[in-house]
Structure formats: structure tokens, C-alpha cells
């Protein structure tokens, strides 16, 4: 392939990509720096799509009834920077009586995310989000690989549901189409890396510190912005 065809084609694939997805190579829809002064990829997203969010089957709920901001995380079990946003998260929680967040699988990067994943789902429909929660913040917490036997360990502990049946549920039809519905709205939202979160409407890819996020939230609650004018 010459030197001239191959730039179309590069041009192409980039003009086919969702706007979110290119954002992830750090553009911004508005200027956004991390706690440690670094640029972090934002985009607008499509409303349509931001709508279905909150009605995702598997989605884990968590945080306040009645809300004044909804902000949710896009994860992966084996990803090192959701591990770090976890327990920052959690705090929020904790702290801020007024929020809610939803946490929802991106299980991208390896097969056995995919079945931690599976896991979760399985946990989720037979205990509920409570425990859900805790299976979320114990998978982060402990070190090493993510894969259904630490996932199905650990969803035993927090939950006291037998083992072996998390394990059946986790194998089920319908287990494995509520991930791959949160695959599938990931994907159409553009998301091709975690974490990746929702706020407001703006995607933000990549976790910017407990503090710039802690700083978004309270913009929003100023002037209905991300970042306020």
C-alpha cells in the first residue's frame, strides 16, 4: 500500500470512529486536568444513548435515592487505574449524602475479566446490589489476577451464598447476556478503555484523582457544567 492510500484509509478509520473514542487519545470537549496536572480525554456524548444507562440490566446502583448528580463508572476487573479509583469512589459514596453512582462492566481487556463479569451478574441477581457493592470493592481491594475463582471466592464471602451456586448462576444465558449488554452499550457509547466515566453528559476517559472529580461534581451542582464558565 502506497504512502498516499494509506493516509486515506488512516483518515477513514478516524472519521468512523465515535466521537468519544477519539476523545479517548485526549481530545476535550472541555479543558480537563487530572490531580497530577495531566490532560484527561473527555466528549460530549449522545444523549439518546446516555438515556439508557440507568436502566441497564446489571448495573449496580449505589449511593442516594433521590440524587442531585448521577455519575457512572465504565469498569474492568483487571484494570490497575479502576483498582485505584475504587476505593476513591467508595468515599464519595460515603461522603457526599446527595450522589449516586452506577457502576457497570466493561470486562474489555481479557477473557477472565469476562467471567468476573459473569460472576458480578450472577451476585447481583441473587443478592441484590448491596452485595454487589461489596463484591465490586473486595475484587478491587485484593490483589492479582481477576478470574471466576477469585470472583466466585469472593462473592461467597460478602454475600454467604454458596459457592457452587454462584458458579451455575454465573454460567447462564442469562448472566452472559446481561454482560454483553453492558458490553454492547460501552461499545456504542464509544468506550474503548477503562475506566471510563459518565457525568453530566460528558464522558471522561481515564480516572483524574479524587479530587478533579470531586470538582466536576461540584460544578455540576454550580451551573449545570462539568467545568463551569
Known sequence: MNLHRRSLLLAGLAAALPAAARAQGQNQWIKLKGDEGQP????????????????????????????????????????????????????????????????????????????????????????????AGRFHQRMFAEAGRADRAKAVRIAADVSGKPAEAIEKVSATPQAKAQVDGQLRLAANLGFIATPTFVLGGLGVFGYPGPRTTGQMIASLRKCGEVGCR
Open 40 to 131: 484527561v480525554g473527555n466528549a460530549r456524548l449522545p444523549v439518546e444513548i446516555v438515556s439508557q444507562i440507568d436502566a441497564t440490566p446489571g448495573r449496580i446502583t449505589l449511593g442516594s435515592a433521590n440524587p442531585d448528580v448521577v455519575l457512572a463508572e465504565f469498569y474492568d476487573y483487571n484494570c490497575p487505574w479502576c483498582r485505584k479509583a475504587a476505593g476513591d469512589i467508595a468515599a464519595l459514596i460515603e461522603n457526599d449524602p446527595d450522589l449516586r453512582v452506577l457502576l457497570i462492566n466493561n470486562p474489555i481487556l481479557s477473557p477472565a475479566s469476562k467471567d468476573a463479569a459473569a460472576v458480578e451478574a450472577a451476585l447481583q441477581n441473587m443478592a441484590g446490589d448491596a452485595a
